[in-house]
């Protein structure tokens, strides 16, 4: 993994989440958002470890997933917008995006939903005798749904080329997962089912990595699907722009904790202890943040879409 | 002392007095469903009922609406009568199997020998951009099933008495809210009452034309109603209440009185429960229309996300207004209904202070 570039690509989904944040109140996004802030370790280590032409598959927190395969930021920003020059021309917004160019094959909100369709892809992979290899990131709430099972059990049965990435972040919603799963590794249960499996921690980018390509190497010779645990944690409020500590449903301090194993600064410090590391940090900063006011102002200059358009995406 | 005719509440908190007064009086009642605890209260629907009955009888759910579903049928055909909570419609349709096929079934399979005491309470998600998975209207798939009975209520004071009703049935009840009605406040009494799960309600009588509406369309029936008052169209507004069984009696005996027929429904028009009641009026009461009746819903393609699509999407006030006057053939100076139907809150929000998204 080329450490700096995954570095960029963190602090850019970081940049791009506070952004989105910021301007949230501004109510010109007009869609739920579930912002990656905290979380953006597992999607950039799983998906250096990726091919352009592989397929990720997404759920309603997709913004990292989306950015860390390739999607495109101002597609992406423009959607959040309700524009027609969005990734699905309005259609979707925040919780259902799609960028095939770059291999990012769909994220829609209805959980657990995806799952099962990454299985489909890796299973159309597997006849049509492509070298392509499929992941699919969901939450440890997802981990719930009985489809989620149904789709592990017939990716072992056919050895299929498919990465169950689970971002098991403690919580659905304000639901701790103590309140909603026994005491046993969630990646425990995967095991039995027939997937090889990895834990790793996901606040730190090249554990994530290390993992992950161990896994997708796997998948390439075939040796049947795998699943990685990341553990991880979500700073912002499930759904919408702010802190949200105060409710309480966070035990006093966790956050905090979390906050301390910062994945983006963790990956900065590293870089830092480097000869020229500062000045790579502030470049990429700089760079950055170029890019984001670009595609904002891509996306707010965008057409605004037709809905007698809207028809015509329904039959092909 | 309150005085309870002065009592305006939300129907938010309606639903949630009615949950504690049905937790009170029947230690057998228990509430399930993700989020129920959470700070947020589904919508303040369930706010404090975990704290004020503890753990052992309103829980928080692991996402597996299936599962819970089937769980709690075979809860409520062993003692227990469940209340089950989805934060929005859509995420019951993971649960259609257990519904359908057993929840709307298991008395009748066995020839009546077991009841299914089990209310779904399910939300229409309107709000901004849900999209396409969060803010379905999906009565008629429920109503289309032997054995479910589904309820749509549209003001408080029935919301309150209709799930206090359908808690104490002994059969399946679906207790379809909607996101917009939450935060109107309307008068509802403190003290345990029931609203039949039956019965339409006229809201405003008329001799003109019958609008049977249906859930938050009553909301914007109304004002179309009134609007059109104005230029003395008289509209007789049916709240509809219920959608299986329909109140068809009601709904037949206004019709023969103003002899047309709009129907105003929150869900898509292909095979939506408007066309049910057009096409129940037509076998029986064929002869009571004097014009071809109307349905008034969405169109046929999912809800999209961006406020500027959904402008489009759903059917107001004005909407309805303009096609009554046209359809009754009856000239009605278009700028200045559209004036007097003038909306100051965008379209993608219920009233002034709602923050989004949902
Ligand atoms: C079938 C279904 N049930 C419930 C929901 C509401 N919901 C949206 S996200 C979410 C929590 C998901 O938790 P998790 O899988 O851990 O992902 P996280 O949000 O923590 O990233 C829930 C319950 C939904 N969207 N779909
Ligand atoms: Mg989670």
Redesign the pocket.
Known sequence: MNFEKAFGSMLRVRRVEEAIADRYAEQQMRCPV?LSIGQEAVAVGVCAALRKEDGVFSN??AHAHYLAKGGDLKAMLAEIYGRENGCCRGVGGSMHMVDLAAGFLGAV????ATVPLAVGAAWAAKLRGENRVIAVF?????FEEGVVHESINFAALHRLPILFVC?N?L???YSRIDDRQPDRPIHGVAAAQGCRTFTADGNDVQAVFDVSREAVAGLRSGQGPAFIECATY?WRE?CGPNLDDNLGYRPQGELARWESVCPVERAAAFLRAMPDGAALIESAEKQIAAEIADAFAFALEGPLPNSADLPGYLYA | MRDDKKRHITQADAIREALAQALQEDERVIVVG?GVPDPKGVFGTTAGLQQQFGPSRVFDSP?S?NGMTGICIGAAISGMRPVMVH?RID?AL?AMDQIVNNAAKWRYMFAGQVNVPLVIMVIVGRGWGPGPQHAQSLQAFFGHIPGLKVVMPTSGYDAKGMLLAAIRDDNPVIFIQHRWLHGIEDLVPEPPYTVPLDRAAICRSGKDATLVAFSYMVVEALLAAEALSQYGIDIEVIDARSVRPLDMPTIIESVRRTGTLVVADTAWKTGGIAGEVIAAVAETAFDALRRPPVRIALPDYPVPTSPYLVKDYYPDALYLARHIAAHLGREVPDAELAERLFRSTPCDVPQKDFRGPF
């Open positions: 579930h309603h927190r909100p209805i959980v657990g969901f939450g440890d709430g997802t971002e972040n919580y659905a919603c979500r499930h | 993700e996402l609406e934060q995420f993971l």
